[in-house]
């Protein structure tokens, strides 16, 4: 039932060989140049000249591309030209920082998004759904930092419950660790649920209008089980894409979120790194990021062939 | 003839009143992520906040801006002032338990000179040689004479780091540094944070009242001030001029402030590229008359509530090298107007302004695009990221650039880099061979007067014809909380964590 497996897990390597060329070239159309930025406020030449060779930025694009690659090939992502600290330390520490917050922003979003679709569709019209759809609205219309900065003057200024940023890991001390990601982690869910939940309730109300929710009526059913087994089960499917996509983008990194709440996450460090032109970073970055991304959809496809017994011939 | 002595621990009176008792984690609030934290590559403002803890220099400065010895006990300039001789604190150790003596100096100090990729090469160029002495003595061979030498070494030029650990590591020094400061490296998580902790076997480790100090970078500064407020640090760097009335306002909240060393400035563009063909390049009137038409004082009370020491020189009015001859000119509207027609210009001139990309910095440039306006100048501003700025000034695509400078000790380094024909931040390629002359000579006399005499001829050529006009000295400010007692503001922004407790 899985037989496009294979096949997908092969389209892997183009894929990413071109990803990585897009990014390389990207990166080069960057005005500014590495070795200006990384010389500091003395602008000296000799050192100037001396970064330009340690990193082969003197060298010819395809030379400096190749060299890159075959580093990657051999297990090498580079190394901050900033901080002088391999690419690939940077991408262990940071993806567990990335993973719990993404992971507990998701947590948040499904838990407020399919009930709250699933309630609205099926109580169409009745003061649950204009409550979810006003949720909705302001889920998707209120800017991430500034929901970040109101949580952090209510919550850590005034009331003093929640440390007002940074990020401890769960191995140090699990209470501090999830009260250092709350708030980060409900701004993110926040935004996704709503999206989330506006899915959920089209397909739900598709599915709920389908001859075969009749048909199980008609059976007589009770109606939890009309909709929770009849219903929900197909209308998951665009929806768990939509959650897949949606994780695999947390995962790339929530560069304001991260700001605010100063968690040492992906989309701090790529930010930095563009704004450094610590090239080496971005690069190793986005490729990871990448790489998570499509197998994230890999996953979703699976996810449908185990929801969706059509897909499985 | 000898020319010059510190005096043994003059100013470091080690018998501080009462056992010194350490307590507590002090939190610092750092506005940006550091670079690498090596004396040698690092290059960053806030990269120095770190190692004012970490890693001790041969000398330091105090608050009136004066050499004091800090490892080295006192120096000693030959009368050619080409050799000078350094003292070092006898009993210094390393984080690692090496001794700090003349061996580690002359190491530190040609790692310094050296080493691919240094920072310091520049800082350093005139020492041709370090000799050891004997071992507590070490000396210096310059080239020439180089009266900024000393105050070379009151920064990371004279940070000294163990020989053993230095070897080892090699240029991945940086990522587990061991120096002779007050507090020892423990850990750094990239954007999260630095911890140190207290070195037991420093050398005044009477002055040290906190056990550990944990830096966290948090860029915004609204949620930096939210950290303070909620408890979450103890100090923090960088607070906003827009925030400096709130924290006024909190009983449980302090505020320092200081005038910095550097600057922030327009540089013109005399001669670089295409862009200089234009009268504003060519004749100095017209650039004149472009100064004549800012209101500094305006400026600072729109934009800074006043907060900035507004000024027409590289240093400010506190540093002795300050020339009291040469006062902030005056906005005249009439007289800009008549140096431009004077000079023959047709009225409005249009300047392409480029300035960095963050709110202050607008705000100013905005300012003056609106008050030269009103002189016959039509200012374009061009809003550019700064990594992307500073490689259009080097390629000579403005008219005006908005930068700012961090300063250095000695005048020297806040002017010769900008003004003399080959310096690496002449963007303006200012060139005029009697001013270079007057810069080598202010380098290589030794003597505050004397040097302020000859700076004072440069001036009077700099000021009119040069190609930086001077706005205002910013005012670092720092909050802190009301637990934090002994906290003194230095000339240089660094957080001096000796001597500071916590309640």
């Known amino acids: ?313 | 003839m000898k020319t010059k002595t510190l005096i043994a621990g003059a100013g470091l009176a080690l018998a501080l009143s009462g056992a010194a008792q350490a307590a507590g984690t002090l939190r610092i609030g750092l506005a940006e992520d550091p670079d690498v934290l090596d004396p040698t590559m690092a290059r960053t403002y806030v990269g120095r906040i770190v190692f004012a803890s970490l890693c001790d220099k041969l000398f330091d400065i105090d608050e009136k801006l004066n050499i004091v010895p800090q490892l080295a006990l006192s120096h000693d300039t030959s009368a050619d002032g080409k050799t000078v001789t350094i003292k070092l604190r006898p009993g210094v150790k390393f984080h690692d338990g090496e001794p700090m003596d003349a061996n580690a100096a002359k190491y530190s100090l040609e790692r310094h000179m050296a080493m691919k990729g240094s920072f310091r090469r520049s800082e350093l160029s005139q020492v041709d040689k370090v000799d050891v002495v004997d071992p507590l003595t070490v000396r210096l061979s310059l080239s020439a004479p180089f009266s900024p030498l000393i105050a070379q070494l009151t920064d990371r030029a004279g940070m000294m780091v163990s020989p053993k650990a230095a070897e080892t590591l090699g240029d991945k020094f940086g990522t587990a540094p061991v120096c002779a400061g007050p507090f020892r490296f423990v850990e750094r998580v990239p954007q999260d944070r630095i911890v140190l902790e207290r070195f037991a076997d420093y050398w005044a480790k009477d002055k040290v009242h906190v056990d550990r100090i944990v830096f966290r970078p948090i860029q915004d500064s609204t949620v930096r001030l939210a950290n303070l407020r909620s408890g979450q640090l103890d100090i923090l760097e960088r607070l906003l001029a827009t925030d400096v009335a709130e924290v006024k306002k909190d009983s449980k909240l302090r505020l320092a402030t200081g005038t910095e060393m550097g600057y922030q400035g327009i540089t013109m563009n005399l001669a670089n590229g295409e862009k200089a063909n234009t009268p504003f390049s060519k004749d100095a009137r017209v650039r004149r008359a472009f100064e004549l038409s800012l209101d500094r004082d305006a400026i600072n009370q729109v934009v800074f509530n006043g907060l900035q020491a507004t000024d027409n020189q590289w240093v400010s009015a506190s540093n002795p090298y300050h020339q009291a001859k040469f006062p902030t000119p005056k906005r005249d509207v009439a007289k800009a107007k008549a140096l431009l027609k004077e000079a023959g210009v047709n009225a409005p001139l249009a300047l392409d302004f480029m300035v960095p990309n963050n709110p202050e910095s607008r705000a100013v440039a905005e300012m003056i695009q609106a008050m030269a306006g009103e002189a016959g100048f039509d200012v374009k501003i061009r809003v550019t990221e700064f990594a992307t700025s500073l490689n259009e000034a080097g390629k000579g695509n403005f008219q005006l650039y908005f930068l700012a400078w961090s300063g250095r000790t000695d005048p020297d380094g806040n002017i010769y880099s900008f003004a003399s024909c080959k310096g690496p931040l002449n963007y303006g390629r200012y060139c005029d061979p009697a001013a270079d002359e007057l810069l080598n000579k202010a380098r290589t006399t030794n003597g505050q007067a004397e040097r302020k005499a000859i700076y004072e001829q440069f001036a009077a050529k700099w000021l009119t014809e040069g190609s930086v006009i001077y706005l205002y000295h910013r005012t670092l400010l720092f909050a802190h909380s009301d637990k934090l007692e002994g906290y003194k503001t230095m000339p240089d922004g660094l957080i001096r964590t000796t001597g500071l407790k916590l309640k």
């Open chain 1, 1 to 313: 039932m899985l037989k496009f497996l294979p096949r997908r897990l092969a389209q892997l390597v183009p894929t990413l060989f071109l990803v990585s060329v897009i990014i390389f070239l990207l990166q080069q159309l960057l005005p500014g140049d590495p070795a200006t930025v990384m010389a500091g406020e003395e602008n000296d030449p000799v050192v100037i000249e001396q970064i330009r060779q340690q990193y082969h930025l003197d060298q010819p694009l395809p030379v400096q591309y190749l060299y890159w690659a075959r580093g990657v090939l051999s297990g090498d992502l580079g190394e901050s030209m900033r901080i002088k600290k391999p690419v690939a330390e940077l991408i262990v520490e940071k993806l567990p920082v990335t993973l719990q917050l993404a992971t507990m922003a998701m947590g948040f979003a499904l838990l407020i998004g399919i009930p709250a679709g699933i309630v609205s569709a099926v109580k169409k019209g009745s003061s649950w759904d204009i409550g979810a759809n006003v949720f909705a609205l302001w889920g998707l219309s209120t800017p991430n930092f500034w929901l970040g900065i109101m949580l952090i003057f209510l919550f850590s200024v005034k009331l003093g419950w929640l440390p007002a940023s940074g990020f401890v890991s769960p191995l140090e001390d699990l209470g501090q660790s999830l009260a250092s990601t709350v708030m980060p982690a409900f701004v993110l869910g926040n935004a996704i649920a709503a999206v989330l939940m506006r899915h959920m309730r089209s397909a739900m109300l598709q599915a709920m209008s389908a001859d075969y929710v009749r048909t199980a009526r008609a059976k007589g059913l009770l109606e939890t089980v009309v909709v929770m087994k009849h219903a929900l089960r197909n209308a998951l499917t665009p929806v768990i894409t939509l959650g897949a996509l949606e994780f695999g983008t947390l995962l790339s990194g929530a560069v304001l979120t991260e700001q605010v709440f100063s968690i040492p996450g992906f989309g701090k460090l790529i930010v930095d790194a563009v704004f450094n032109r610590d090239y080496q970073v971005v690069q190793g970055v986005v490729l990871v990021t990448a790489t998570v991304y499509i197998l994230l959809n890999l996953l979703a496809d699976i996810a449908y062939v185990l929801v969706n017994p059509r897909l499985r011939g």
